[in-house]
């Protein structure tokens, strides 16, 4: 029996290779071939616009107050009607997030008012140095939608005056 | 029939002149006054039971008792001839048709409390009546009724007009004092009474022209002949101004404890058109209407705070059945809305939602919820402001929906008027 | 002692002085009640109804006049309606409920109401994180709002009230707080309400707008963030700012600050100043600071600032390392030995100051204080004395201000002196025109320009005035430099100290220098001495090191002995045998003294360095580094001990603290002093900077000290000098030309905020209008002045044919001086 029982090994062995070159695939081709991901994965973050092609993004740093991972740096400017990114007063003149420190907890979607910055689907993330896993506001901003313009903008005076867009049911 | 007092001379031709008043007995009770020491007349006052009749009902003997005495203090007595309250217009009819009678009053409580000058604040719409309390206080000096050592007494008073710039709060005491110091119409905080710190931080008495009206009448006739009229808290004649759906609108005077009923139906002739009463706001517009069924109440201090609401100024204001209710509490909100001073949290913001709240039920836009909230809005209101407009101006939302709900909820349910079936709006 | 009134708040017993508002007694056994419209320095008004509580007074028997007792306590009866605790004042038995539940519906209510009308942007408002609707709705508001977000009203959001602050009419509560701050405390009665009910909005009724030297106050106690400073819009939020304690370096007040920095790109990474906050200090500035010491803080971060060494090679400036210019600098100092003169100013601390002594003296050399005003060895021994507090002077006390404009020199002062004339303290004004001050003054002596000191030396027999001065309890004299030189200034202060002598080193007595710059004082007792005649020092010297001063850009005729500018050298300076001196400067700034120097060693700025200053009252009080240093700059003690170890006298460079313990040792009226005891702090009230935000504002608790009031140091060493001569008098065609202090000039540390320039204006001078139209003048015209050429103002307060120069606004002017004036 000894003798035969590295057979009986290598049979059941090559009979699993054999069974599993009849089953469903479960590796995929990346990067041919990706995967797509689930509806509240949490990649990348996208800073949004509106329509009219306005940021979202007001600088509040609340996103920056909430982060446990101290990630994100905000700073804010003041607007204009002249040279306008974001309704209201404010915007965020600088955005960086630091992405090795960056958990992808999502606190800073939680904490946005606006709803501006979102966490995204894109999970391909390389540097070559630290510095460059700092990303910038220019690679978090979202591209101007067709019918809108780009920022900053030239607005009329007494228009989009209010930061926060109001909303019709507070309990929402 | 009752014999009119203060209204006495005023349907007589040029009722506001002089020598008028002194042909039929005027400042004949200074002439009496300046023969009897201060304290008496106080006395007098108090035993009168003559009560303010600018709205508060304050006995008026006692505010003279608490005015500091000695001669060492400079005094004042402001006369209120603000006259905002919407539905009241008994201190035009005097000022305009008899403005002696009340410097005759201020002259004699001058005297009593110990002051030396004398203020008229009067409402700034009232240009007749300015004119007439310029002239009259222009011949009182001339015929020695003010100015140095009146009538050889060796009492001195000087008076002078004031007039306000348009504002409902500026009728509160305080802010017209603070008024008639240059300053902003706003309330004061109180402690300190005008009586110990008023205008220009000094003792102040101050009195409706009204009350006024009644001190030269107490004094010739005596305090027991004036608390011979009326009931047992509400002592002598009042003057009610009548107006709304009536057939004869206008000024009556009446003793007090007399019934609604009495003063629509006999005085007033009655429901225009014939129509059936439906509410009736008994002391100007802040305070709390009555319905049809409570007229029989006796028009007194006392019985208008038992049946739920205030005597007030005596303004009475008849709505008969095609009266919308809600339009009533909506309009007369938005007024106190509108003249809240803005200072305390509650009337400023308070007085705004309370009218939106109505504003909404009114134009069909309300909802159920909208009642309870006017209502609690209101219980919120009262009773934590700065001064007594906020417990006032809740008045006529509070009463409307206490005594009409179901037309309230009527306009939610059908978004139109339950009285006049329409949904315009041809008002403001 | 006022009587004690015992009382209980939410069943914790409390003995307060006798009308002690139920708000103060409580907070005093740590219980907030929220406030808006209230606040501990201003009279209550009870307008917010945010602070409405259950009030429960003992039933008193009417016929027996005793208190009705139940159960062997006595009966409480509360009221129907809520009281106010900010306006009703404690009695005894009082029972208060803050927290029962009528208490807290109405805190809910009063809430909800603000909140409806308010527009929620907290996430752009500058005061959010800091802000007292935020911190209440969170601890007392409701879960949710009755109301319907739809019907908020809306308003204008940015509207500025003047230059420096902006209103956001939208988040206004209308408490008031504003309005009353300036009417009550700063006197300026600039802002008030406008329209009524919803509609009630703030105006400012000045022409410009908002014309006040407290505004930025107004942003402190604003319990919204309806009031922000222009400087500091959007600049950053209020939990990412860190927060370094500091003393303003303005002026002579010493106002105790807090600095907030922060790291920002926009400055390339670095940490940088964003607002200057006042920090509590009852005794020197209360909890108020004003605008030029919150708004001037610029120059610390300007761009120009030095960051490097230079030395002059083949006549240019260059680049050196620290080894190099301090060799170099050490070496012509150590040759020099008795020919080096030191020249600094007060701007520096007491350390710096302490040092430079030291190295003068280890040099033989002399130790020079570049000043236009003297008298500071008698406010070193007659000054006022520890125990002294500008806010227990009242009833009894008598000051007199002789030659100071306060509302310019010295704005806080003017602000307690305001207070302590309201409390009731006799306030004698004494000057040669009128200042802003004497509105609140009971007394105001006037005389000509030139007559000061014989004036106050005959003061004390004038009748009224002279009695309020003899036979007052307590005598504050102030003296300034307003239209005096240095000897004018020095005869001055010879004379008022005359009338405090008697009374030296009783607290609250005493004499006060209004000096122009923050640490003049410190410098005086540190021994350094006034120069009249800076011209000979630099024609004498063999070397010159002057430390933050900037004696050429304020004279150019001295620079006719420097050979760096050959183009101002007048024709007989060439004849001189003397060489020129070699001169040294230690600044933060390329003045134009520097440029003629031939060595430059960079300072480091106050919010970049530890030290202390002496105030005006003679408080030692610390600062605390905020920001690091600009470029290889270094502090001014550690650059002067490093020079001095370069031959060999050891001086301490390495820790602030150890030069103070070093000033301690030597110098008398030190004696003693550590930092230790700088930092040390006692409870405050009214108690701010905490949690209750909407009490105090957001003014800074003081946990980084005091300050100590140095001992006195009772024999003078040096005697005021009798000014020499007669008094300058104007004639037909000359013009008497005085200096005045204004609040913002063209100095390096005000002109570099770009906020205040509006308010400082270019060189001008200051006319009667009758004196204007004799020259055929209006107002915005240009004079000739010595040569310079002058806006003229005009002002009816100058006296005739006297012209005004506000001194560091372009015109050179050390003393007063005739002068002739002609249109240009």
């Keep these: 029996m000894r003798v035969l029982e590295p057979l009986i090994e290598l049979r059941r062995g090559l009979w699993t290779t054999l069974r599993s070159m009849f089953e469903k695939q479960v590796t995929t081709q990346y990067p041919e071939h990706k995967r797509p991901v689930k509806a509240r994965f949490r990649g990348l973050h996208v800073l949004k616009r509106y329509d009219n092609g306005l940021e979202k993004c007001i600088g509040c740093a609340l996103c920056a107050a909430a982060c446990p991972a101290d990630a994100i740096f905000v700073e804010a400017s003041e607007n204009s009607a002249e040279v306008r990114y974001s309704p209201g007063d404010r915007y965020a003149s600088t955005y960086e997030i630091n992405l090795l420190r960056c958990i992808y907890c999502g606190f800073c979607e939680d904490a946005c008012p606006t709803e501006a910055i979102v966490l995204g689907d894109q999970y391909e993330l390389t540097f070559t140095n630290r510095r460059a896993a700092i990303y910038t506001k220019d690679m978090f901003i979202e591209p101007v939608p067709a019918a809108g313009k780009p920022t900053p903008q030239k607005t009329g005076p007494g228009m989009f005056t209010r930061s926060v867009p109001e909303m019709k049911d507070p309990s929402d | 029939m009752f014999e009119p007092i203060l209204t006495r001379n005023i349907h007589r031709p040029n009722s506001e002149k002089i020598a008028t008043y002194l042909a039929h007995g005027g400042y004949a009770a200074v002439k009496l006054a300046l023969t009897k020491t201060p304290d008496e007349l106080i006395e007098m006052v108090k035993r009168s039971g003559l009560r303010g009749r600018g709205g508060a009902g304050f006995p008026a003997g006692v505010k003279w008792g608490y005015m500091p005495k000695g001669a060492g203090i400079q005094k004042f007595v402001a006369v209120n001839t603000d006259e905002g309250e919407p539905g009241t217009f008994k201190d035009r009819e005097i000022v305009e048709r008899d403005p002696h009678q009340v410097i005759e009053g201020v002259i004699i409580a001058a005297y009593a409390v110990g002051a030396s000058r004398a203020y008229v604040y009067i409402r700034g719409e009232f240009f007749l009546g300015v004119k007439r309390w310029i002239k009259a206080i222009a011949d009182a000096y001339e015929y020695g009724f003010l100015g140095r050592n009146i009538l050889g007494s060796g009492f001195d008073l000087d008076m002078s007009v004031h007039r306000g710039a348009g504002a409902y709060i500026c009728g509160e005491e305080t802010a017209m004092l603070e008024s008639l110091e240059g300053k902003r119409g706003n309330p004061r905080l109180k402690p300190p009474y005008p009586a110990q710190a008023g205008l220009f931080g000094l003792p102040t008495l101050v009195h409706n022209i009204e009350t006024l009206a009644c001190i030269p009448h107490i004094v010739e006739r005596g305090p027991e002949w004036f608390a011979s009229i009326g009931t047992a808290e509400s002592k002598g004649p009042k003057i009610f101004s009548v107006s709304g759906h009536v057939n004869r609108p206008g000024n009556y005077e009446l003793p007090l404890g007399v019934t609604l009923r009495e003063i629509i139906y006999e005085h007033a002739g009655g429901i225009r058109g014939g129509r059936e009463l439906k509410a009736v706001i008994p002391g100007g517009a802040s305070t709390p209407m009555l319905t049809a069924s409570q007229i029989d109440v006796p028009m007194a201090y006392e019985t208008l705070k038992a049946a739920g609401s205030e005597l007030g100024t005596g303004a009475i204001v008849v709505l008969d059945v095609t009266t919308c209710m809600v339009e009533t509490a909506r309009r007369l909100t938005k007024f106190f809305a509108h003249e809240s001073c803005g200072r305390c949290t509650p009337c400023r913001i308070g007085s705004q939602r309370l009218y939106e709240t109505l504003d909404r039920i009114e134009s069909g836009k309300g909802t159920m919820d909208d009642i309870d909230r006017a209502v609690e809005l209101a219980r919120g209101i009262d009773g934590i402001t700065f001064c007594p407009m906020g417990a006032m101006l809740v008045n006529p939302a509070r009463s409307a929906i206490q005594h009409f709900r179901p037309e309230f909820e009527y306009h939610i349910l059908n978004k139109h008027c339950l009285v006049c079936k329409s949904k315009e709006r041809n008002y403001g | ?824």
């Excluded at chain 3, 040390?680 to 900077?689: A, D, L, S, Y």
Aim: glycine share 10%; with cysteine; charged share 20%.
């Design chain 3, 1 to 824: 002692m006022t009587k004690q009134v015992t009382l209980t708040i939410d069943g914790q017993q409390v003995a307060v002085s006798e009308g002690t508002l139920i708000v103060n007694a409580a907070k005093q056994i740590g219980i907030d009640i929220p406030v808006f419209c209230y606040h501990p320095k201003m009279e209550p008004v009870g307008m917010c109804r945010q602070c409405l509580v259950e009030v429960g007074r003992p039933v008193v028997d009417r016929a027996t006049g005793q208190v009705v007792m139940e159960d062997g306590k006595p009966k409480i009866q509360f009221g129907a309606k809520l009281e106010t605790a900010c306006t009703t004042p404690v009695s005894d038995g009082m029972v208060v409920l803050t927290a029962s539940e009528k208490a807290k519906a109405n805190q809910r209510e009063i809430l909800e109401f603000l909140l409806t009308s308010h527009p929620l942007d907290c996430p752009v408002c500058d005061k959010g994180g800091e802000c007292p609707l935020q911190n209440l709705t969170l601890a007392h508001g409701a879960p949710a709002s009755r109301f319907i977000y739809d019907e908020k009203q809306h308003a204008d959001k940015r509207v500025p009230l003047g230059d420096l602050i902006w209103l956001d009419r939208e988040r206004c509560i209308q408490c008031a707080r504003c309005i009353r701050f300036q009417d009550e405390i700063a006197g300026e009665s600039v802002l008030a309400f406008y329209q009524r009910g919803r509609a009630t909005d703030i105006i400012t009724n000045s022409e410009p707008g908002f014309d006040s030297i407290f505004s930025g106050n107004t942003t402190d106690i604003c319990p919204v963030g309806a009031l922000t400073t222009a400087d500091f819009r959007f600049g950053a939020r209020p939990w990412e700012m860190k927060a370094a304690a500091s003393i303003c370096s303005q002026c002579p007040v010493g106002c105790n600050v807090t600095l907030n920095t922060r790291r920002e790109a926009k400055s390339g990474g670095k940490v940088v100043l964003k607002r200057v906050m006042p920090r509590q200090n009852e005794a020197v500035n209360e909890i108020w600071i004003c605008d030029k010491g919150r708004f001037a803080h610029h120059f610390t971060e300007n761009e120009h600032r030095l960051a490097t060494p230079l030395a002059r090679k083949d006549g240019k400036l260059a680049l050196v390392s620290w080894d190099k210019a301090l060799g170099l600098v050490a070496g012509k100092l150590a040759d020099a030995k008795g020919e080096a003169v030191v020249l600094a100013s007060g701007r520096l601390s007491n350390e710096d100051l302490f040092n430079l002594k030291q190295l003068a003296d280890g040099l033989g050399g002399e130790a020079l204080l570049y000043t236009q005003m003297g008298g500071g060895e008698l406010t070193t021994a007659y000054g006022v004395p520890a125990g002294t507090n500008f806010a227990e002077m009242g009833i009894g006390t008598t000051i007199l201000v002789v030659a100071s404009d306060l509302y310019n020199e010295a704005p806080i002062w003017y602000l307690r002196l305001k207070q302590a004339a309201e409390r009731g303290a006799t306030l004698i004004l004494a000057n040669a025109r009128e200042t802003k001050l004497e509105k609140y003054s009971q007394f105001v002596v006037r005389y000509s320009y030139g007559d000061e000191a014989e004036t106050i030396c005959g003061l004390a027999k004038k009748a009224h005035v002279g009695e309020a001065i003899t036979s007052a309890e307590n005598l504050v004299v102030l003296y300034g430099s307003d239209g005096l030189g240095l000897d004018g200034s020095s005869a001055l202060a010879a004379a008022c100290a005359e009338l405090v002598k008697s009374r030296a080193g009783k607290p609250n007595n005493g004499l006060i220098g209004v000096w122009p710059r923050a640490n003049d004082q410190g410098a005086w007792e540190l021994g350094f001495k006034p120069v009249a005649d800076l011209k000979a020092v630099f024609q004498k010297a063999n070397v010159v090191y002057i430390a933050g001063a900037d004696p050429f850009g304020d004279n150019p005729e001295l620079t006719s002995r420097i050979p760096h500018h050959a183009s101002r050298i007048p024709q007989h300076a060439s004849r001189s045998t003397h060489p020129a001196p070699f001169i040294i400067v230690q600044e933060l700034f390329l003045t134009e003294t520097a440029k003629l120097a031939d060595v430059i060693l960079p300072a480091q700025a106050v919010t970049e360095r530890e030290g202390s200053f002496t105030s005006g009252e003679r408080r030692a009080q610390r600062f605390y580094p905020a920001v690091p240093a600009r470029g290889q700059s270094r502090a001014d003690f550690v650059i002067t001990a490093q020079i001095a170890a370069e031959f060999g006298l050891e001086l301490e460079g390495r820790f602030a603290a150890r030069v103070m313990d070093k000033m301690a040792a030597t110098v008398k009226t030190f004696a003693g002093i550590s930092y230790r005891e700088l930092a040390e702090t006692t409870e405050q009230w009214p108690i701010v900077g905490r949690g209750d935000l909407y009490y105090g504002g957001t003014t800074y608790e003081n946990k980084q000290g005091l300050g100590v009031i140095l001992a006195l140091s009772p024999s003078p060493t040096g005697r005021g000098a009798r000014g020499e001569g007669k008094p300058l008098r104007p004639d037909e065609d000359h013009w008497l030309a005085v200096p005045v202090t204004r609040l913002y000039d063209l100095g390096i540390t005000v002109a570099t905020s770009a906020l205040l320039k509006a308010r400082t204006g270019g060189a001008h001078i200051l006319l009667h209008p009758d004196s204007a139209q004799k020259l055929g003048l209006a107002a915005g015209e240009q004079v000739e002045l010595n040569g310079n050429r002058l806006e003229v103002r005009l002002d009816p307060t100058v006296p005739v044919m006297v012209a005004l120069v506000p001194r560091s606004m372009g015109v050179p002017i050390a003393g007063p001086m005739v002068a002739k004036i002609k249109a240009a």
